[in-house]
């Protein structure tokens, strides 16, 4: 098993400036392809508006986050001239790390440790070269009171449930900060079939737990649009935008 490290970008991008914005964007992504290792995935989304993007980062552990700094570090300056960010990671980030990336980025969340997961292997160190129809789901939910207990047992029923019968939800990743109180779920999905198969397969152990719980949910990539007319941002879901570029 090969562990990861997680980490969701959010850019709030200038006001006229989202051309710019993605030029630099595709130049982060230039230098991040010279030297793919320990990078599995590197998933950039542009909101329909074009004034949000998105970027999901999985990285072979520390190891694999340290080299992606490195490659795409002296782009990122540019790109920040475009735009402001709120970052995210999830899984297990050593203290001292954290501290280090929350000098640059003072508003940097943890989400916690992984609590279980389907990605497994090493990445490939090298980009899909075909056209990607993957979709996916970050998904935070904030736990009620007095219900940590029965949620981590429903989140770990509903896991092992996905994980033996979906193949093509390629990803399936549970964080939990130390209290219980606070979970982050990343879904990756290999096309719109296997979301549609999951939201069947495991909609009934998700009715177990969205009543205990506060939930929103961001679906990014290939949503097809009967899915995208379901999406209730009053109820916390919506729609973060297409790929703009990828590894995956």
Not at 21 to 36: I, R
Not at 131 to 151: D, L, M, N, T, Y
Not at 187 to 203: R, V
């Amino acid at each position: 098993m090969t562990e990861k490290l997680f980490s969701i970008v959010h850019f709030f991008i200038n006001p006229g400036e989202s051309q710019a914005f993605k030029e630099k964007a595709q130049a982060c992504m230039a230098a991040a392809k010279t030297d793919l290792t320990g990078t599995y995935a590197y998933e950039w989304f542009i909101s329909p508006d074009e004034s949000q993007a998105f970027v999901i980062e999985i990285y072979d552990g520390v190891a694999g986050l340290s080299h992606h700094g490195k490659i795409v570090g002296k782009t990122m300056p540019a790109l920040l001239a475009h735009a402001s960010l709120k970052i995210k990671f999830a899984g297990d980030m050593p203290a001292d790390l954290f501290t280090q990336y929350t000098k640059r980025f003072p508003n940097a969340e943890h989400a916690g440790p992984r609590l279980q997961g389907k990605l497994q292997s090493p990445a490939p160190g090298a980009a899909n070269p075909a056209p990607s129809g993957k979709i996916f789901a970050v998904a935070r939910f904030s736990v009620h009171p007095g219900q940590e207990a029965a949620f981590r047992a429903l989140a770990e029923d509903c896991f092992a449930h996905v994980a033996n019968t979906e193949p093509a939800t390629s990803g399936y990743e549970w964080f939990l900060n130390e209290a219980g109180t606070e979970a982050l779920v990343l879904d990756i999905y290999d096309d719109a079939q296997a979301l549609a198969a999951h939201m069947a397969n495991a909609g009934p152990k998700m009715s177990k737990i969205l009543p205990l719980v506060t939930s929103k949910v961001h679906m990014f990539g290939a949503v097809p649009g009967p899915f995208l007319a379901k999406f209730k941002p009053e109820l916390g879901t919506t729609y973060g935008g297409a790929l703009f570029q990828g590894i995956l």
